[in-house]
Structures are given as C-alpha cells and as structure tokens.
C-alpha cells in the first residue's frame, strides 16, 4: 500500500509538530518520513515538486498531490485520520484553539530571534519579548482551564504546536539561562510547560541534541549556513550528535571551530 511520504528535517519544531500529532492518533506508521539533510544542496527532483518554497516539512500524497506548511500539514493528518481526533470538535473550543494557536508564528520567531542575538545591548529586549509571549499564553490558559494543566482536558492540538517550539528553547535554557520567573503571573504557563514537555507522545528530541545541532543558531547562522571559520555546520548528520561534546557557551565572544564541536 502506497504512503503518504513527508519530507523533512527531524530536528525541526515544524517536523517534531506532526511526529507528535501522529504518535498521539497512534499513527506513526501510516505516514512514511524521507529525511532531508539541509547542510546539503537540495535534490532538484524534491525541489521541483515545491515551485517557490524550499522549506520543510513537505508532504506529497500517494497520487503526487503536494502540501506544505507543518500547520496546515498537521490539520491535514488529523483530518484525514479521522478516527481519533486531535482537534476540539465544539465550535467555541475550536475556536479558542485556533486563537491559541494562532500566536505560534512569533513566538517562535522571537525564541529565535534571541537564542541568535549576539549583541548584548539586545539581550535584554528579546528576554522581554518571550516574556510577554509567556505572558499571554498564560492569560489564555487563565481564562480557559485555571484549575487544570493543558488547554482543554488532554494534551491536543494547540500543545503539539508549541511543545516542539519549547523543547528548541531549551537552547535558550544554555546558551542564555533562560528561566520562567518563578511569579503567580507565570506559574499557569509553567505548570502546562513542564506537563507538554514530559508528555509521552512528544519524546522525539532531548535538551542534549537540541543544545547540540542548534550551536550554530546561537552563533547566529540558521538554516544550516556555513559560519565563518568552519567547515561543517552543527546541523551536520555525520558525526552524529551523541558522540560529540557539549558546545561552549561563551556565544557573545567566539564562534567554536569545527573540531571543539566534535564536527571533524
Ligand atoms: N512555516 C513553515 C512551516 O512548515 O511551519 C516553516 C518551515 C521551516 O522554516 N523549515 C526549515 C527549512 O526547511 C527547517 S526547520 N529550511 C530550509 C529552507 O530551505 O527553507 C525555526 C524557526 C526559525 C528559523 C528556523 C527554524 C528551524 O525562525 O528550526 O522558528 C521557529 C528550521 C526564524
């Protein structure tokens, strides 16, 4: 039987949002997964079936139909295997999860425009910007569930989007010791925080791999573009992560060469 096949960088929030929203469904194996390396040109066969997008993760149906974009993938999967839904059904639910779900965009954006800073003058600034991301999530989560820990009654749609965005973060808990404040103001976000990080259907990555690949972002390269100096970017497959040591964490002075970061 022919798969859907997805395109995709595993170490990516935007893949990691669908690996968790089928390990949910418990339909991991109804979807095959074609890994791309983005340290490498890209196959122009993979590249011509996406006119004007070179972003993953992309998703070609078994009769050669094309999708992109993680969110609109993710809808897609959980429409299509209808059987056990991840998404609220009442309209009012659906409608604050979209709500929720619809501030993803920055705040990943600012997670990431800190976590690549390297002027210290900003630092502050961007610590501010998550802040008030947390702020509102916490908000949203005050006036729709205060007593309880996700969204709604179970782990759902809006925490497959942001689980795998806080799990990339834990690059800010090294590279910047980043923390929630320990406040009443943040302790609702934190309490769904730590509850979507633990969450059996969302264990694809750990902080060791994430601080690992994600060094160049905190040098300021994203994308696996190759930093001055180097000849292997930390996003590179081989050596594989595990056998390579911790990065410094001195960001906001040097950049590591290739052989402090276990990369030749
Ligand atoms: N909006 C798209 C989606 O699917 O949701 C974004 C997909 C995307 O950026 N994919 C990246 C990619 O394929 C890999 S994951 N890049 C290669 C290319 O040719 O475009 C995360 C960020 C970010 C930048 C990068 C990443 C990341 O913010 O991990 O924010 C969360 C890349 C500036």
Redesign the pocket.
């Known amino acids: 039987m022919p798969k859907p096949i997805l395109y995709h960088?595993p170490?990516?929030?935007?893949?990691q949002?669908l690996e968790i929203l089928l390990a949910l469904k418990g339909m991991r194996d109804t979807v095959e997964f074609h890994v791309?390396d983005?340290t490498k040109p890209?196959d122009p066969a993979l590249l011509a079936k996406t006119p004007g997008?070179?972003?993953?993760?992309v998703l070609e149906l078994e009769d050669g139909r094309i999708l992109?974009?993680?969110?609109?993938?993710l809808r897609y999967f959980d429409e299509r295997f209808a059987e056990n839904t991840i998404a609220r059904t009442d309209p009012y639910e659906r409608a604050v999860e979209r709500l929720f779900i619809s501030r993803?965009?920055a705040?990943?954006?600012n997670?990431?425009?800190f976590v690549?800073n390297r002027d210290r003058e900003k630092t502050g600034a961007l610590r501010h910007a998550l802040l008030a991301d947390y702020q509102w999530l916490n908000d949203m989560l005050m006036q729709h569930n205060p007593g309880g820990t996700f969204l709604f009654d179970r782990f759902g749609l809006a925490e497959c989007v942001y689980t795998s965005?806080m799990m990339?973060f834990w690059f800010l808990d090294y590279y910047e010791s980043f923390e929630l404040p320990q406040t009443k103001g943040f302790a609702r976000v934190a309490r769904w925080r730590a509850a979507c990080l633990a969450h059996p259907a969302a264990q694809q990555v750990t902080p060791e791999e994430i601080v690992k690949l994600?060094y160049d972002?905190a040098v300021g390269a994203?994308?696996?573009a190759l930093l001055p100096g180097r000849s292997r970017s930390s996003f590179v497959f081989d050596p594989d992560w595990p056998g390579r040591p911790m990065p410094p964490k001195d960001k906001y002075d040097r950049i590591a060469s290739d052989a402090e970061l276990g990369l030749v």
């Open positions: 960088v170490v990516c929030p935007f893949s949002r791309v983005i890209r997008n070179t972003a993953l993760p992109n974009e993680s969110l609109i993938i993803e965009g705040f990943g954006n997670g990431y425009r690549m965005l990339r994600y972002y994203g994308n696996g």
